[in-house]
């Protein structure tokens, strides 16, 4: 239980990293800190259940182009995983919004790069 609440705050963590420095991402709450910070934990939720179920099925599909791009194409999963997540946000009411491809990808970058650092950082007992 442990090891999901850590990886549910990396995720979160990492996704308002994101939310902060890529322009094309947004958190269109308007209300309090509070309710602000509660969507934030929900969409880092929908992204932990995205990249559980949806992401190693694309993986495993798109084998050829991750041995032909020797791993590069990871970057093009992310990103469409992101875009999943903001369609599913959608679908569930949250304010939580990637406007193009292009701001997925470079926000896959980040949450990526920002989650390792976030699961270093953070103990993983469980």
Avoid: Y
Wanted: negative net charge.
């Amino acid at each position: 239980m442990t090891n999901f609440v850590v990886k549910t705050l990396a995720n979160a963590a990492a996704l308002a990293v994101a939310i902060w420095l890529v322009h094309g991402i947004t958190l269109d709450d308007g209300s309090t800190m509070g309710r602000r910070t509660l969507t934030l934990i929900l969409v880092a939720l929908l992204f932990g259940l995205v990249n559980l179920i949806v992401k190693p099925v694309v993986k495993l599909l798109s084998l050829p182009l991750f041995i032909l791009t020797l791993g590069l194409f990871t970057l093009v999963v992310n990103a469409l995983m992101l875009l999943l997540t903001s369609w599913l946000a959608d679908q569930f009411d949250l304010s939580f919004h990637v406007d193009n491809f292009w701001s997925a990808l470079i926000g896959g970058l980040i949450i990526s790069v920002v989650s390792w650092a976030a699961n270093m950082v953070l103990p993983d007992n469980d």
